[in-house]
């Protein structure tokens, strides 16, 4: 009930190509969706976060992409750049508990030049 | 600094050794978290502090001692370790506002350090 599944666990996308990572989830009660962004050396930075009263967030080349009857939800990378490659980790936590954020497993970006 | 720093950055150390694990925030939050990272699994959060009172641990094993002086520094306790332990310790802060009931309200964003790389042999 508690997990969130991520795929693809690796995915190399080509400079200005879209960027498609995917998150599903089970327990309803998750009412906030954040995306984090790892780099090598460092700890993971909030990129976009949504809530489930929208099916779509957009912020820069970042969207998120929500289907809540489906219980899924994806992050796409618009003209996708190297500096793009990352880890990225999806997330959800329930209402009420928001600071415990139950995380994927994560999906390791690399854009070629 | 600004951020939230962590010390040391890389850690090796026997299953007898005692040793610990500083976080540093310097963003006025009054909530702080260690995670524990580990290849290909999710993060796991391990405890929270939230105005220096610990409000969750999550089933961690006693050899991990948390510890919380004021709300800009956590440390972590380590000993008698195993080498199964051995992964990234992030830590990481959030605001957050005092307990009303029992309960706390956590700001969403949570705002992590680069994390002490920590091996056990």
């Known amino acids: 009930q508690q997990q969130v599944k991520q795929s693809p666990q690796s995915l190399i996308v080509q400079k200005g190509g879209i960027s498609i990572i995917n998150c599903a989830y089970e327990?309803?009660?998750?009412?906030?969706f954040p995306w984090y962004q790892q780099f090598p050396g460092k700890g993971p930075a909030l990129l976009i976060a949504i809530r489930p009263d929208v099916s779509e967030k957009k912020e820069g080349r970042f969207t998120i992409s929500f289907n809540k009857s489906a219980k899924q939800f994806s992050l796409h990378i618009m003209d996708s750049q190297p500096g793009d490659s990352a880890t990225y980790f999806c997330?959800?936590?329930?209402?009420?508990?928001?600071?415990?954020?139950?995380f994927g497993k994560g999906t390791l970006l690399t854009v070629n030049p | 600094e600004t951020g939230v720093t962590q010390t040391p950055r890389h850690l090796v150390m026997g299953m007898t050794n005692k040793k610990s694990l500083k976080c540093e925030q310097h963003?006025?939050?009054?909530?702080m978290y260690w995670y524990k990272q580990s290849a290909k699994k999710p993060l796991e959060l391990m405890f929270v502090y939230n105005f220096k009172e610990q409000t969750e641990n999550n089933s961690v094993p006693s050899r991990f001692s948390p510890e919380c002086p004021n709300s800009s520094h956590l440390f972590l306790h380590l000993h008698t370790l195993q080498p199964e332990d051995s992964a990234l310790y992030l830590c990481?802060?959030?605001?957050?506002?005092?307990?009303?009931?029992?309960?706390?309200?956590?700001?969403?964003?949570?705002?992590f350090g680069p994390g002490t790389r920590l091996t056990v042999t």
């Open positions: 997330a959800a936590s329930i209402k009420g508990s928001n600071y415990k954020l139950t």
């Open positions: 963003l006025g939050h009054n909530a």
């Open positions: 327990n309803t009660a998750f009412d906030y």
């Open positions: 990481a802060s959030s605001q957050a506002l005092p307990s009303s009931g029992g309960v706390s309200v956590h700001s969403y964003e949570q705002y």
